[in-house]
């Protein structure tokens, strides 16, 4: 069964670096897309960032330059270490695959950034 | 890829139609076109891929059809656990995007 279970939020200070994790179950995070979604309190769903088979990645304009997505093949597990993070990084993030062109999501880790 | 979704919030009774509407700027790669529900404190929950395929579990009342640019999600009768905000996402193009959101509220 494919599951992508997300982790790694807390509470942090305004500047401060976090990194968050995806273990994923079922399948490689080497052979599909996979994306990093987050939705701030109240609001609707952000995206993120996605690294594709071959290693590329894009960005969310807000975010580039700050956060990183990775993976690691031998771990089976998606990354994205978040640095210099704001109030406004204040979310639940998700971790998302994309199999043959369906999405599957877990169930999301919170992240707070606060003095 | 800009999605725009309308209307924001539509009022209807338990039993009636929904007809969520979800247009893109530019057409949509692979018509790669999710629809997601999602309730207060919960993840959201995939509904609809590649624009008109149910995702598993998903009752047949709930149906996408669209391509290119225009998309629609459609209730064919509300039941009561259907009241949710619904959003849209595509996943055909970097930067991938989601839509607004449309809340589907009990009038």
């Known amino acids: ?115 | 890829n800009v999605l725009t979704q309308s209307p924001g919030t539509l009022s209807l009774s338990p039993g009636e139609r929904a007809t969520l509407s979800c247009r893109a700027s530019q057409s949509v790669s692979n018509n790669f076109l999710a629809w997601y529900q999602q309730k207060l404190g919960q993840a959201p929950r995939l509904l609809i891929y590649t624009a008109s395929s149910r995702a598993t579990g998903i009752p047949d009342r709930f149906s996408g059809s669209g391509s290119g640019t225009d998309f629609t999600l459609t209730i064919s009768r509300l039941e009561p656990e259907d009241f949710a905000v619904y959003y849209c996402q595509q996943y055909g193009s970097s930067p991938w995007t989601f839509g607004q959101g449309t809340k589907v509220e009990i009038k």
């Open chain 1, 1 to 115: 069964e494919v599951q992508v279970v997300a982790s790694g939020g807390g509470l942090v200070q305004p500047g401060e670096s976090l990194r968050l994790s995806c273990a994923a179950f079922g399948f490689s995070v080497g052979s599909h897309y996979m994306s990093w979604v987050r939705q701030a309190p109240g609001k609707g769903l952000e995206w993120l960032s996605v690294i594709s088979t071959l290693g590329r990645t894009y960005y969310e304009d807000s975010v580039r330059g700050r956060f990183t997505i990775s993976r690691d093949n031998s771990k089976n597990t998606l990354y994205l270490q978040m640095d210099s993070l704001r109030a406004d990084d204040t979310a639940v993030y998700y971790c998302s695959a994309y199999i043959m062109g369906t999405p599957y999501w877990g169930q999301g880790t919170l992240v707070t950034v606060s003095p």
